[in-house]
């Protein structure tokens, strides 16, 4: 089966009842058919199809019961709008604005609603193996004083104990609704952090760019140079280092690649701090790529770092360091300057993780939540 076959599944292969697939005739589809967009390399698209067809499958069996009946008519055909609103979010791409989250929040939260009109649409000897998933979801999304998840903590243990009858379909629902709300938050908190570490990434290699570019085009004003205090015959440069004469001075030897290869030294430093990293980053099973956007924050940050500490020395702002001894002392300490980095960049990856270990978690309730 080629590529478009597999995309493009053609009508008469679907389903019967299925949710229609989204026009591949449109202008928006054959522009992101040009640009290669129509590729679904993303696994939670491929999740979010799977799971829609098996929701598809689900509606065509309830429309087998009482197919008179105008609400559940009504509640059928809102269950299939919303399954081909989430097959079209998982098949688009945004190209407008990547990292708006739009593709995957419309793709989501149609096919979270789905579920729940299934489970309005569920005969009532069904309502028991709904009760496991529904109360998995309020423990690991809701906080312990949220009404919902009391509620449904006291169905369940009414049942248990006493042989009570099955939880209630009204409040099965809104538990449920309640907990996709409360996991979409988490799942915005983490966009909203990603988004947050790309925009310092650029905004940081901007300023390093910048630097650099200063620096090829005006050296003698970002001079890099020393004059060590004990040889003052010869001047040091990251690029060159020469006898000193009458017309060979700090300022004149600066070369225009100098803050360039500081930067690059400082980048190299930076890289190694993300290699030492690697065994303490988690993986994470949100579609949003948190622990790369941290550890591509530390690269330019690097490279910013090891100029400014370099220009620290050169103007003897740090005790102890007032000039260099050759272009390898330069680089080596643009080397030091960027792997310390860390130092700074270490709270964003704690604040990653944490985020990333909070999701799907509840989020701190009152102090009756915290006693308990």
């Known amino acids: 089966m080629t590529e478009r076959e597999e995309s493009e599944p053609p009508a008469e292969s679907a389903a019967p009842g299925s949710p229609p697939e ?14 290669g967009a129509d590729r679904r390399t993303s696994a939670w698209r491929e999740r979010t199809l799977v799971r829609a067809r098996y929701l598809a499958v689900q509606l065509d069996r309830e429309r087998l019961r009482q197919p008179e ?48 009109i299934l489970l309005e649409l569920v005969a009532d000897e069904e309502l028991g193996s709904w009760v496991a998933e529904v109360q998995e979801c309020a423990e690991s999304s809701l906080r312990k004083a949220d009404p919902h998840r009391i509620a449904l903590a ?35 908190r983490v966009r909203s952090l990603r988004n947050i570490l790309i925009a310092a990434t650029v905004v940081v ?17 970002l001079s890099l140079c020393f004059e ?12 060159i280092q020469r006898d ?14 100098d803050a360039l290869l500081v930067e690059v030294a400082g980048a190299a430093g930076a890289t190694l701090t993300v290699v030492a ?30 100029f400014l500490g370099v220009l620290l020395i050169r103007g003897e702002f740090i005790p102890g360091l007032s000039n260099l001894d050759s272009s390898g002392q330069v680089l080596a300490w643009g080397v030091v300057f960027g792997a310390s980095q860390h130092l700074v960049t270490r709270f964003v990856d704690t604040r990653a993780q944490e985020t990333l270990t909070n999701t799907g978690k509840p989020t701190a309730g009152t102090s009756a939540d915290k006693k308990e």
């Open 228 to 239: 060590p205090k004990d040889t003052t015959t010869t001047i040091v440069c990251p690029s």
């Open 22 to 35: 989204p026009d591949a005739s449109s202008t928006g589809s054959r522009v992101a058919r040009f640009f």
């Open 69 to 116: 009946d105008p609400v559940r008519k009504a509640l059928i055909a809102g269950m299939a709008t919303l399954l081909a609103e989430a097959q079209a979010g998982a098949r688009e791409r945004c190209l407008a604005s990547p990292g708006s989250g739009a593709s995957l929040e419309r793709a989501s939260a149609n096919l979270r609603a789905a579920e729940l």
């Open 205 to 221: 290699f901007l300023g390093a760019a910048g630097l650099a570019l200063f620096g090829w085009f005006a050296p003698q004003t």
């Open 277 to 306: 990293s690697l065994p303490r980053i988690q993986g994470t099973s949100t579609p949003y790529m948190l622990p790369l956007a941290a550890a591509l924050l530390k690269v330019p940050t690097g490279a910013l770092s090891a």
């Open 244 to 257: 000193a004469t009458e017309t060979v001075t700090v300022e004149t030897l600066a070369n225009r690649k």
């Open 154 to 188: 006291a169905a369940i243990k009414k049942q248990n104990g006493q042989g009570g009858a099955i939880p209630d379909r009204r409040l099965l629902i809104g538990t449920l609704s309640s907990a996709y709300t409360e996991l979409g938050k988490e799942y915005t």
